[in-house]
């Protein structure tokens, strides 16, 4: 087939690692047209990155490649270095999922977007500036010949991705290699961006290689799909027919992995667990030892209420305030205003008689690989509350608590020997789970933790947190980010925006018909209606 | 690692008692480092030849043989090593010096580290006007001139080993503090210590059984350098001779002594440098092995 711009052909990575080999891809084989939009779907561990990594032989020394990658016919894995550079950001060229640390910190924007066009252009310092002002112009940056001498920490995320893709279209490239390049941004965001590239590309005609692990962004954005897992590809096709007539197990389990049911109705005469009325945080941005300090408020004034066995979202961006506003419930940071947790008015407790509290109230994070200590065992993590809130348990009956713990949440208790590095994402969240569960407290704050996952992970670790709350009539404050998560777990929703409440309500009614604006353009922009 | 799939909540039970703790797992990557191995046995028989081989030597600290002044290195006089010029025998000195300079680099670092890391983390960990104070005291120690430390300690207390101890102690936590407050900081953010505040895990315990153990890789690579560190610190001080008195000794003040015989007897600067010399390199080597050995990078 001529007409192809990329083919990849039986492409196979191995990995030498210490302690064996490990096959990343195995015998992978697809093709892009000019013109036409890829979308390579799988979850962490599938080798949808490296793959595409390959196509660019930007791979690790260590990694040996077998297999043919041919970019308009030529071997892109035989040719030299050398010709390599000139393929790269020229002809191929990569937009990368971290917009943070994608930019060199201590070089203006334009000065790193004008390198491109110096090495493959062959323009000087000055014929480029113009260049570059109009492709800020062209990905949207407001102000171009003002932002151009920008530094990369003055500008937003979203902002640094935009001027990621400005360097990648510098030399109009007739193949764009886009590694989840909206994962790392808040929803709204997201979708500017898609709808940026896609524009681009009409304007380019380029290919887009798009990576992700998000089927509804594919649904939208693709013209065809292939599906990976553990290194092979096990399903392609055009957008349609993958997800209208999925053929393999998995492409069906995946489409399907979004979170499904509805939190059933609590007795609205249940008592109230927590009441916060007018909470606020603020942060001191800059300390002053004799003058009056700087602050930032965070949180602006917020009521809130949950009854037993509720369980309460909470919705919104990245800076919104929501996560802050739940460490300040758990009295984890400074506050004002009142909280009320079963009839105690906490906010004025000190240390010592919260620590009784504390039992009753239990948190679970959002980031897997942070939230455990790396230098304890799992059954140290687990038991440390035990010591501090039942101190007259000995070793033994410690253990089996923790047995229990574990085994609730459908971890096997053998293991609680390990260290959390050997466990996976989904497996450390179960852990943390059961940290907070040993306690059996009757409140518990779960700060976007199934964020980290992958969906077909997230849904049983949804599933489990379900059961639990079932079983032991749990409390939930529910924080994500994720509108479909929260769908799925809440009776009531609570839309944050810079520190204040947008809109809040019963779940079901918001979703249905969201008042405000802002609830509108969330929802418009998370693709909730297909994931119903 | 394992990937996330399905059965993600289910490992195999064969596997799952063959846990592979850190500390294993830094051993193990210890010993695949040859150069790391074959220094860490050096510095094990030169600490041992130091501690038992004077006493295998027919030789005492201060005994003068009237036959051998500045003799030469040789089998058959018994002064394998040759002799200083006071007649003294040269490998019995320097085992006997290296016996101090160990010690100190020893107790030394040992102080170091105990203090700095306890004051360090609690710096750090408590932060705000506290973490302020506690460094401006660390910024001031810094600036005041070591040797003047030194000779004022000299001049109150008298000559005495255990002040070169305490000099050197006293200077070389700053650093540690410093680097555990640092560590101490970016931990302080991480989500496991809010969970431990969540548990309403005490302070104290929060210090010891999250921050400490924690920062312990850095703290350990620091440690291996500091050694070098100070028993370079406690040669400088004898070479200058406010270090250890006659008759003991120490590589340092052999050193010292070795340089002005260079020309005509140079053993007596070549042996005790030589014993220095490599035990240096092999601490350096050891820091390198057990830096790569503890960085999870390279697991």
């Not at chain 1, 410690?398 to 994402?425: C, K, T």
């Not at chain 2, 600290?61 to 040789?74: H, K, Y």
Request: proline share 4%; glycine share 8%.
């Amino acid at each position: 087939m001529a007409d192809n711009l990329l083919e990849i052909d039986n492409l196979s990575v191995d990995f030498q690692l210490p302690n064996g080999t490990v096959s990343a891809v195995k015998e992978v084989s697809f093709s892009i047209q000019p013109g036409e939009t890829l979308a390579l779907v799988g979850e962490s561990g599938s080798g949808k990155s490296v793959s595409s990594t390959a196509a660019m032989r930007l791979l690790p020394e260590l990694a040996q490649t077998s297999g043919a990658i041919r970019f308009k016919g030529e071997d892109l894995l035989s040719v030299t270095p050398k010709r390599m550079r000139r393929i790269r950001g020229n002809a191929i060229s990569m937009i990368f999922q971290e917009p943070m640390t994608s930019l060199n910190p201590l070089q203006r924007i334009g000065a790193q977007i004008a390198e491109v066009l110096e090495k493959h252009l062959g323009l000087n310092r000055r014929q480029a500036r113009p260049k570059v002002i109009e492709l800020l112009e062209q990905v949207g940056i407001p102000e171009p010949s003002r932002r151009i001498d920008s530094y990369p920490y003055e500008l937003s995320g979203g902002q640094r991705q935009r001027v990621m893709i400005a360097m990648a279209l510098a030399c109009e490239p007739e193949l764009l290699i886009a590694d989840e390049p909206t994962t790392a941004l808040d929803v709204t965001v997201q979708a500017q961006i898609l709808a940026l590239l896609k524009d681009l590309q009409s304007r380019y005609g380029m290919a887009i290689l798009f990576i992700t692990h998000d089927l509804g962004i594919v649904r939208h954005f693709a013209d065809r799909v292939c599906v990976m897992r553990h290194g092979e590809l096990v399903e392609s096709g055009t957008t349609g027919e993958v997800f209208g007539n999925p053929q393999h197990d998995y492409t069906r389990m995946l489409i399907d992995a979004n979170p499904r049911g509805r939190k059933a109705p609590i007795d609205t005469t249940m008592p109230m667990l927590l009441e916060a009325e007018d909470v606020r945080v603020r942060f001191a941005l800059k300390k002053r030892l004799f003058r009056a300090s700087e602050y930032f408020e965070a949180v602006r004034g917020i009521d809130l209420s949950i009854r037993r066995g509720q369980t309460v979202g909470i919705v919104g961006e990245s800076g919104s305030g929501k996560s802050t506003l739940g460490r300040a419930l758990l009295r984890l940071l400074k506050s004002r205003g009142e909280i009320r947790f079963d009839g105690h008015d906490i906010a004025t407790l000190d240390t010592g008689s919260m620590r009784p509290l504390r039992s009753r109230m239990q948190v679970v994070f959002q980031d897997p690989f942070g939230s455990l200590s790396p230098r304890m065992t799992v059954g140290e993590v687990i038991s440390e509350g035990l010591r501090v809130h039942h101190p007259e348990l000995n070793r033994r009956q410690r253990e089996a608590q923790v047995i229990e713990a574990l085994e609730e949440v459908a971890l096997d208790p053998a293991m609680r020997n390990r260290y959390p590095h050997e466990f996976s994402g989904g497996q450390r969240q179960r852990i943390a789970i059961a940290r907070a569960l040993v306690l059996k407290p009757e409140f518990l704050l779960l700060d976007e933790p199934t964020s980290a996952l992958d969906r077909s992970v997230q849904v049983t670790v949804i599933d489990l947190l379900r059961d639990l709350q079932q079983k032991h009539d749990l409390t939930y404050l529910f924080i994500s980010h994720d509108l479909a998560v929260v769908r799925a777990l809440a009776d009531t929703v609570l839309v944050m925006k810079e520190g204040e409440v947008v809109e809040q309500g019963n779940t079901e009614e918001i979703f249905a018909n969201p008042r405000e604006r802002y609830t509108q353009e969330l929802m418009r922009a998370a693709f909730v209606d297909a994931a119903a | 690692m394992t990937t996330d799939t399905l059965s993600d909540n289910r490992l195999s039970l064969s596997d799952a008692t063959a846990g592979e703790s850190l500390g294993r797992d830094a051993w193990r990557r210890l010993k695949q480092n040859r150069a790391a191995m074959v220094s860490l046995v050096l510095l094990v028989v030169i600490a041992v030849t130091c501690l038992i081989g004077p006493y295998l030597l027919p030789w005492g600290l201060a005994d003068v043989d009237w036959n051998a002044f500045s003799a030469a290195p040789s089998l058959e006089s018994g002064h394998f090593l040759g002799t200083d010029a006071n007649g003294r025998d040269l490998l019995t000195r320097t085992l006997y010096g290296g016996r101090v300079s160990l010690s100190v680099a020893l107790v030394a670092t040992f102080v170091s580290l105990v203090i700095g890391v306890l004051y360090g983390a609690i710096s750090g960990y408590v932060g705000g006007r506290l973490d302020s104070l506690m460094m401006r005291f660390v910024d001031i120690m810094y600036s005041l001139p070591f040797m003047f430390l030194v000779i004022l300690l000299m001049v109150v207390f008298g000559r005495n080993i255990f002040l070169i101890y305490a000099a050197i102690g006293a200077v070389e936590w700053l650093d540690m503090a410093r680097i555990v407050r640092g560590q101490t900081l970016a931990l302080k953010q991480r989500e496991f210590i809010e969970a431990a505040h969540a548990l309403g895990v005490r302070d104290r315990k929060i210090v010891t059984r999250h921050l400490i153990p924690n920062a312990i890789g850095p703290v350990i690579i620091y440690v291996t350098l500091t050694v070098p560190k100070v028993i370079l610190l406690e040669s400088f001080l004898s070479f200058l001779g406010l270090g250890v008195q006659e008759p003991l000794t120490s590589w340092g003040v052999l050193i010292s002594e070795g340089t002005d015989m260079m020309q005509s007897a140079p053993w007596l600067l070549l042996v005790p440098s030589l014993f220095l010399a490599v035990t240096l390199f092999c601490l350096n080597f050891l820091g390198d092995g057990l830096r790569d050995a503890l960085d999870p990078k390279t697991r």
